[in-house]
């Protein structure tokens, strides 16, 4: 089955760090534009970051702006979220989304038709 797969979430305390990982099972991130989102429990799905491929655009949504970090190890076929900073509105099971054919370099959109998405990891930042 192809779909993506997200790794590196937890628990983590305020003002800590983490480093998501998203990769491809049974085919590569080649060419696919790849984004982040995040949903809250009782919230709406958020977009939080993205990154064209081969790497050279990169977007991040006001909330997350100056504390995540994006990027792409392609050698690894892998798209990478560090977060630092960490607060407990950040909380939330986070996705990672694939698109083949982005309309702009790539998109936080949340209701762009991506290719794939993951099941989702669970992030939990509290003391």
């Known amino acids: 089955q192809l779909q993506l797969v997200e790794s590196g979430g937890g628990l983590v305390q305020p003002g800590g760090s983490l480093r998501l990982s998203c990769a491809g099972s049974g085919f590569t991130l080649d060419y696919y534009a790849v984004s982040w989102f995040r949903q809250a429990p009782g919230k709406e799905r958020e977009g939080i970051s993205c990154?064209?491929?081969?790497?050279?655009?990169?977007k991040y949504a006001q909330s997350v702006k100056g504390r995540f970090t994006i990027s792409r190890d392609n050698t690894r076929d892998t798209v990478y979220l560090q977060m630092d900073s960490l607060k407990p509105e950040d909380t939330a099971v986070y996705y990672c989304a694939a698109d083949r054919s982005p309309h702009s370099p790539c998109t936080v959109a949340v209701d762009n038709e991506f290719d794939y998405w993951g099941q989702g990891t669970q992030v939990t930042v509290s003391s």
């Open positions: 990154i064209s491929y081969p790497g050279a655009k990169t």
